[in-house]
């Protein structure tokens, strides 16, 4: 049974790939769900990629069709963001860009309950500078989802330097109810996981620039040598190249590390339309896009 904290409500600001992810997560865990996007449509779609996913699942038999009616039921989407006002919690899920998130906390400081905890999904960007946008920061909290969310159990949580005990232990509370790991770390530039993925996603793609092995190979080694379940490049299929993109630029900016410069390569792929799985094309060809198929 969903513990009280899981029955808390959950909002998600921003129906990307990984907003969706998120939205899954908090639903599919027993939290009533709001999906946010100032495009209304995005988020309808969202909703409509939570139920494919959900339903998938249940066919799968990953959970009961009842536990999937359930979590659809638990979701609304919407586009008004005066309709977070009663959330517990809001996870932003917005672009990898300073200003974008910024600007969605001061307008989140307008809305919601005094006591209510903002919590960015950023994977490079400062927690305790996006929490100076807040008139809260002491209830803003890094909790960075791995994408693809609704199918990876950890969770970085990242205190700022104003962020509270409380906020803190609030954000591994909700964690842990809704069924993810959570882990603490330093509010530095990648974290943990980014430090480590977006530099070896990177190599990877270099490699192929320089035709030193197929993309299959690549991924077939680090797969079969290192453990790993994905390899680099289809990891990056996955997240979309259009994101690795934006990763890349942020995680440059805040670091000067050459390895964090986005490959060449990449940059042709988006301007191609090649995105990944979710437009068909990366670099492997798929015959269905999209992320939320289970």
């Given amino acids: 049974m969903p513990s009280e904290r899981a029955k808390a409500t959950i909002a998600v600001a921003g129906a990307g790939t990984m907003g969706t992810g998120i939205a899954i997560v908090a639903a599919r865990g027993g939290a009533q769900t709001i999906v946010f996007d100032v495009d209304g449509q995005r988020a309808q779609v969202a909703l409509r990629d939570m139920r494919r996913f959900l339903e998938r699942s249940a066919e799968l038999g990953r959970m009961t069709r009842e536990q999937a009616e359930a979590a659809c039921a638990r979701a609304r989407a919407t586009s008004r963001l005066e309709d977070l006002a009663g959330a517990d919690l809001v996870i932003e899920a917005a672009f990898e860009d300073f200003k974008v998130k910024a600007g969605l906390l001061r307008s989140l400081d307008d809305v919601l309950r005094p006591e209510a905890i ?98 299959a190979d690549i991924d077939r080694g680090v797969r079969t040598a290192l453990g790993y379940p994905l390899g680099p490049l289809q990891l990056v299929d996955l997240v979309g190249l259009d994101t690795q993109l934006r990763l890349c630029e942020a995680f440059h900016e805040v670091t000067r590390d050459p390895r964090h410069v986005c490959p060449h390569l990449v940059r042709q792929m988006v301007a191609a339309g090649h995105l990944g799985k979710k437009s068909g094309q990366g670099f492997y060809r798929y015959e269905s896009t999209g992320t939320f198929g289970a």
């Avoid at 209830?139 to 509270?164: D, R």
């Avoid at 954000?171 to 530039?189: N, S, W």
């Fill in 118 to 215: 903002v919590a960015s999904n950023t994977s490079t960007l400062s927690i305790t500078q996006l929490a100076g946008a807040s008139k809260r920061p002491q209830q803003v909290v890094g909790m960075h989802f791995c994408l693809p969310a609704q199918l990876m159990k950890l969770v970085e949580l990242t205190p700022g330097l104003l962020t509270s005990a409380e906020t803190l232990a609030a954000a591994e509370a909700h964690c842990i109810a809704l069924g993810q790991i959570p882990i603490r770390t330093k509010d530095t530039p990648g974290f943990i996981l980014n430090h480590f993925v977006i530099p070896l996603n990177n190599d990877a793609i270099r490699l192929v620039e320089r035709g030193v092995a197929a993309p």
